[in-house]
Structure formats: structure tokens, C-alpha cells
């Protein structure tokens, strides 16, 4: 009654500068979006309908798509793939490119100093962790506990550092993966699934070949047994999978929150930068326009054994986020 005495005593014009005055609020930081909205929708309705909501609504910004890397392609030349010995130089190279954040790789995160080390790295160079990527034989019930125990680490520390997104792969199996298999994978994926949501962590689902191969049997299994599990999608090994990767954004869009992208050329091999290979990003980006993808997007670079690069890492990083600027428009 006392909304309708107001708006009856003070007309539109009062519920038009309500509308203004929680707008400049969200703007400002002080309403969420959830909270502007809902305010939004209470004077809006009193001014007289859906037009002013839609205004109200379009005033809001939309999700900026947060464009990192990982540094695989650094991991490939060290000793067991441990980036720790090269951070000092992977942080540096990263904001030079331009990043947003960094992806990490699981095994960077062991160390007991990780969390200071890294921390100090992140805010030197003002590059924030995004999350990191991870991995191990889910299927394999003998191995389970251990995997467990390496995520629950992992995700403490990663969640000190900041960072929010868990890419995860399945582990590959010998043959194709059993029913029995796909059955104890699932029961480990629930587990980290839980677990990070303690600690604000989101698990994506990374692919390889393996995950794609057979019709996607390993990724359809999984989706079966949790279907409201993300996906984070590694376009190139789509590709290597025999995987289209803008069929699989149409089909999958849903579930996508989180992409990685890399780049390779007519033969197979892998190009230096993201950009610089035939893979189809034009029609990549244009797929995830339609499907509304307000996700991350994390540039992966990666290089043959006998490749020889012609430029320092940074500069490959740096023409690659120039590319997803300029054909994904992030």
C-alpha cells in the first residue's frame, strides 16, 4: 500500500528518478546486479512497464570476457613439465602480452612456498591467477585417493591465491573406458565439484583427444552421470579429436564457461602463435556470438618437439592476444 500511496502522490516522474538513482548506484558499485535489478523491476513497473525496465537493464554492463594464458608451452622444455623454476620469467612474459590472468598448472602449487612465491609474482606483475589446470586417473579407483588428496591441496592453495576456475582432465585410460570406469571417474569429478565449491573454485571440464574420441564416449559419459557439470573446451584438440569445434559450441553452449584456444596449420602441426595457423576462428567467434559465451578464454600455446621458434615466447603471446582481440572481439 505504501508503494502504491507514493507513486500516486508523486506521479512517473518519481518513479523515473528512482530508477535513475539506483542506476547511478549500481554504476558505482553500491547494488549488485541482482539488487539493481530487483530494484530496477519495482520502479520501472510503477513508471508504467517493460520499456523502462529495458532501459534499466541495458544500462548494465555485460561480462567481460577475461582473456589469459597457460604456460604450457613454457612446461614443455622443463625437466617432469614443473614450471616453478621459470615463473619469474612466465609472469613477466604474460603481462607484457597484454594477459588478464594466468591459468597455472596443478603441479606449481605443490611447493610449500607456492602460495607466497606466486602471490608475489601475481601482484609484482599484475597479473592475476585465474585458476589452474589439473588432472589425474579419475577412472582408476586404486589411484583415487591420491587424486583426491592432490585436489584438495591444489584447490586450498589455489583459493588463497585468488583464483576461481579448476580445469580438469579425466585421465586417459588404456582402452576405451567401461561403464565401471566411467562410473568411479564421476564419483571423483562429484567430489572436487564439492570441494571447490567450498572455497569458490568452479570445476571445468578440459578435453584432450581422448575425451573427444569414439563420438565423445568419455565426455558424453561423464555428462550422463553429472550433467550440470561445466565444460571448458580446448578447441585445438576438438580439432585433433576429429571434433568441429563450432558444432560442438552449438550443441554444448550451455555448460560452456571456460575455452581454450590454440592454433594449428593445414598439416597438423602446431602454429607459433595463435592466429598464425588455418584453423577457423572467424566462424569460432561468430559461434560463440550466437551462443552469448561470457565465459574466460585462456590462449594455450603448444609446439612440436623439433620445432624451432623464430621469436621469443612473449612476442608469440602477444600477437596471439592481439588475434583474440581482433576475431573474437575479447
Do not use: C
Not at 528512482?18 to 547511478?24: D, F, N, P, R
Amino acid at each position: 500500500m505504501k508503494s502504491s500511496l507514493a507513486f500516486d502522490r508523486f506521479g512517473a516522474g518519481a518513479s523515473a528518478g528512482g530508477l535513475a538513482y539506483s542506476t547511478a548506484l549500481h554504476e558505482r558499485g553500491g547494488l549488485s546486479r541482482r539488487e539493481f535489478l530487483k530494484s530496477a523491476t519495482v520502479w520501472a513497473t510503477a513508471a508504467g512497464g517493460a520499456e523502462a525496465l529495458l532501459a534499466a537493464d541495458s544500462v548494465t554492463p555485460k561480462p567481460k570476457v577475461l582473456v589469459g594464458a597457460h604456460p604450457w608451452v613454457y612446461a614443455a622444455t622443463q625437466p617432469n613439465y614443473d614450471i616453478t623454476p621459470v615463473l619469474p620469467q612466465i609472469f613477466p612474459d604474460m603481462q607484457y602480452a597484454g594477459l588478464d590472468a594466468i591459468e597455472l598448472m596443478h603441479t606449481a602449487l605443490r611447493p610449500n612456498d607456492a602460495v607466497e612465491r606466486i602471490g608475489e609474482l601475481s601482484q609484482k606483475h599484475r597479473l592475476p591467477v585465474i585458476g589452474t589446470s589439473f588432472g589425474g586417473a579419475m577412472w582408476d579407483r586404486a589411484q583415487q585417493s591420491a587424486v583426491l588428496e592432490d585436489a584438495e591441496l591444489v584447490i586450498t592453495r589455489l583459493a588463497k591465491l585468488g583464483g576461481r576456475t579448476l580445469g580438469t582432465s579425466v585421465g586417459q585410460a588404456p582402452k576405451k573406458k567401461t561403464e565401471d570406469q566411467l562410473n568411479a571417474q564421476a564419483e571423483v569429478l562429484r567430489k572436487i565439484i564439492a570441494l571447490g565449491q567450498k572455497h569458490g573454485v568452479v570445476l571445468n571440464l578440459h578435453n584432450h583427444t581422448y575425451e573427444v574420441a569414439d563420438n565423445l564416449h568419455d565426455l558424453k559419459g561423464t555428462l550422463a552421470r553429472i550433467p550440470s557439470v561445466k565444460l571448458g573446451p580446448d578447441l585445438n584438440w576438438l580439432v585433433r579429436g576429429g571434433v568441429d569445434p563450432v558444432a560442438f559450441i552449438r550443441q554444448y553452449y550451455k555448460p560452456i564457461v571456460f575455452l581454450h584456444l590454440r592454433d594449428q596449420t593445414k598439416d597438423g602441426r602446431w602454429s607459433e602463435a595463435l592466429g598464425e595457423g588455418d584453423m577457423d576462428y572467424a566462424a569460432i567467434a561468430k559461434a560463440l556470438r550466437v551462443a552469448g559465451f561470457q565465459g574466460d578464454a585462456v590462449i594455450e600455446l603448444a609446439h612440436e618437439r623439433d620445432f624451432k621458434p623464430t621469436r621469443p615466447l612473449r612476442e608469440s603471446l602477444k600477437l596471439s592476444r592481439e588475434f583474440v582481440r581482433r576475431v573474437l572481439g575479447y
